[in-house]
């Protein structure tokens, strides 16, 4: 079973710019997370979503961060315009299931750096 | 407030010891709590997962436990390899409710 996929793994842009990360969950799986993680510390869910409706986006900075999953398959997060605090790695994850047992399933991550 | 706490935050140790970790939670209700291997540069992969009723899970050389009334857990690696350096997340599971709660995890290093 093909795992979950992101790209870039890398990203170097100046402040203010704008930058966009894939991912392509496991197949079949219907939820799909985003989650932010900075260096040391855990990852921060971003957006959640159940098929392509938004399940959960209160900790997303909706005046820079977006994200969408327009056919219930990939997504795409954005961020328009970067500051240097959201220097971070972006994790994508999905499970089969919404609910307390599901498991999630990490793609490598997308390393940003904002200078 | 829902929190999770782990510690120490980073561990050294030698190639071959046991190891233990900690992990405190005020999530409530309590659902499950996962423990997470995340190597450099990857995204986590789940080694545990205990539900309320459950005391003890193990994974080859990782064996986790739970308290669910002091709400504590531990993850105890036993003959540690050098493969073993990672960070260990800690995460619960708030139930009726899709919210997970993450530790900032523990950075072992394994050294020969």
């Known amino acids: 079973e093909a795992g979950v996929a992101q790209s870039p793994r890398y990203k170097i842009i100046e402040k203010r710019q704008s930058v966009a990360f894939w991912c392509n969950p496991i197949?079949?799986?219907?939820?799909l997370y985003w989650y932010q993680q900075i260096l040391g510390q855990g990852p921060k869910l971003l957006i959640q979503?159940?098929?392509?409706?938004?399940?959960?986006d209160s900790q997303l900075p909706k005046d820079r961060f977006s994200a969408e999953r327009l056919k219930g398959v990939d997504s795409t997060l954005k961020i328009q315009p970067a500051k240097l605090e959201d220097s971070a790695v972006y994790l994508c994850?999905?499970?089969?299931?919404?609910?307390?047992?599901?498991?999630?399933?990490f793609g490598p991550g997308t390393r940003l750096t904002v200078t | 407030k829902n929190q999770v706490e782990q510690s120490p935050q980073s561990l050294i140790i030698l190639e071959g010891k046991n190891c233990t970790l900690q992990?405190?939670?005020?999530?409530?209700?309590?659902?499950?709590l996962r423990w997470y291997k995340q190597d450099t540069g990857r995204g986590p992969v789940s080694l545990t997962i205990?539900?309320?009723?459950?005391n003890t899970k193990s994974n080859g050389r990782y064996t986790a436990t739970l308290d669910a009334d002091t709400k504590q857990s531990s993850l105890h690696i036993t003959a540690s390899q050098l493969s073993d350096s990672a960070s260990y997340i800690c995460?619960?599971?708030?139930?009726?409710?899709?919210?997970?709660?993450f530790g900032t995890g523990t950075r072992l290093t394994v050294i020969p």
């Open positions: 995460v619960v599971s708030e139930a009726g409710a899709n919210n997970l709660f």
């Open positions: 205990m539900t309320f009723s459950e």
């Open positions: 979503f159940q098929n392509n409706g938004v399940v959960d």
């Open positions: 992990c405190n939670y005020t999530v409530s209700p309590f659902s499950n």
């Open positions: 994850a999905s499970s089969f299931l919404l609910g307390g047992l599901r498991e999630q399933y």
């Open positions: 197949s079949g799986h219907a939820t």
